[in-house]
């Protein structure tokens, strides 16, 4: 739906007028209902969308876990929570995530990954959380609750956020034989 400008246009317009009468919306990928063409690959990736979308500042992902570890805290009793992801060196922990037999997490943090370096490409700093407490956000505005926080890149013009979120790119260059010389 978003690849196309004038759709992506609409959504957003849509979204933020929600948001201006103070109203959340709820957006939410439903694999019975939404069509191959429509989707996105998971909730994960459809809320970095959505957050680049709003122009938000901050993006919540809220987990059966309470962050990221240095390793699977199930299969690795000395697994560390890594608190606090510096832009910079947020490359690594995608890398390690998406290799064959990782250490760093399964196919769910995976997705949490690939959400947290889509938002931060565009400017949206991530928190990756527990979503098992009882009141998930207040704790998290409170500092009670533990959290790994991704701190985000320069915020990109919403227009290369979408030219960054389209699916089907076309399009092609052509080189005659004086411009390849010149």
């Known amino acids: ?23 959340i919306p709820i957006v939410n990928e439903n694999d019975a209902v939404t069509t191959r063409e429509f ?22 992902i ?6 990221l570890y240095t390793a699977n805290p199930l299969e690795d009793p000395e697994a560390e929570h890594i608190s606090f992801v510096p832009y910079g060196e947020a490359g690594q922990y995608f890398e390690a995530a998406s290799a064959e037999g990782s250490s760093v997490g399964t196919g769910g943090m995976r997705a949490k990954l690939a959400a947290a370096r889509i938002a931060i490409d565009w400017g949206v700093t991530t928190i ?22 991704f ?17 089907e790119r076309a399009g092609g260059v052509e080189i005659d034989e004086g411009e390849l010389n010149a």
Do not use: F, M
């Open 62 to 67: 809220l987990s059966d876990v309470d962050g």
């Open 128 to 149: 990756i959380a527990s979503g098992r407490r009882q009141h998930p956000i207040r704790d998290l505005i409170t500092g009670e609750a533990r959290c790994t926080i």
């Open 151 to 167: 701190e985000a890149g320069p915020k990109l013009p919403a227009r290369k956020r979408w030219l960054c979120g389209v699916h």
């Open 1 to 23: 739906v978003t690849d196309d400008r004038r759709r992506y246009l609409n959504a957003r317009a849509a979204l933020r007028a929600l948001l201006y009468h103070r109203v």
């Open 39 to 60: 989707r996105y690959g998971d909730n994960d990736r459809l809320a970095a969308k959505t957050a680049g979308l709003v122009d938000a500042d901050v993006l919540i």
